[in-house]
């Protein structure tokens, strides 16, 4: 089978940025602000960092974590960032996906779905249409303070494998609490198109080489010891 895209979240500067696709990440996450969670920059550094892929790894795809559910505040904010994604954190109303659609037709649409139930497979089923990727976390937007990403907790992976064949053949990203020591399981059981991950692969808040290491060698070895779905 072919390996996923993994997508190294919580990148902080040009540095990691480097760092993370030497390694052989294919996707990048750029965390703005959030309610919670770890890893956040400013507008002004997401767009260095963004610009910076686009000179030197212009293949890579650069996500724009955001908080906005309004169409009009999301495309200011990507006018500002120019990444080549939007990662909409929070449930975005239908009608405003496509405002925003229609306000960025160049960047790609990614909306998360907390999986804290079975409601999340009808919520990934109608949103499904509207974007061009989801991309399934642990968080809790219902939490007094929202918890958006970030948490390093793992959900129940039989839900996101019933999203999968849901929405399939819509690219589907996989997050929450993903490590060298769990991840064969996660693909054997989801089958997802990416994986997402942060703070496994850190060490005392950096990127950590050893770590990213240690992460895509089990990728590798989980992909050539499965057997085709």
Known sequence: MKAPAVKVCCIASPAEAELAIGAGAAVLGLV?????????????????????????APAVETF???????????????????????????????????????????AKLVQVIHVLGDHAVDEARAAAP???????????????????????????????????????????????????????????TVQPHGLDLCSSVRRDGALDAARLADFFAAVGSAVVHRAPA
């Open 32 to 56: 703005t602000h959030m309610p919670s969670g770890p890893g956040v920059i400013s507008d002004e550094a997401a767009a260095g960092i963004a610009a910076h892929m686009r000179r030197v």
């Open 64 to 106: 724009l974590l955001t908080s906005l559910t309004h169409a009009d505040a999301i495309a200011e904010q990507h006018a500002r960032c120019g990444t080549t994604a939007l990662q909409l954190v929070d449930r975005v109303p239908h009608a405003e996906l496509r405002r925003l659609r229609r306000a960025c037709p160049g």
């Open 130 to 188: 509207l974007v061009d990727a989801l991309l399934l976390d642990s968080g809790n937007p219902h939490a007094p303070v929202k918890e958006l990403g970030g948490t390093g907790r793992r959900h129940d992976w039989a839900t996101s494998r019933r999203i999968r064949d849901a929405v399939w053949p819509l690219p589907l990203f996989l997050a929450g609490g993903l490590n060298a020591g769990n991840v064969a399981e996660a693909i054997a």
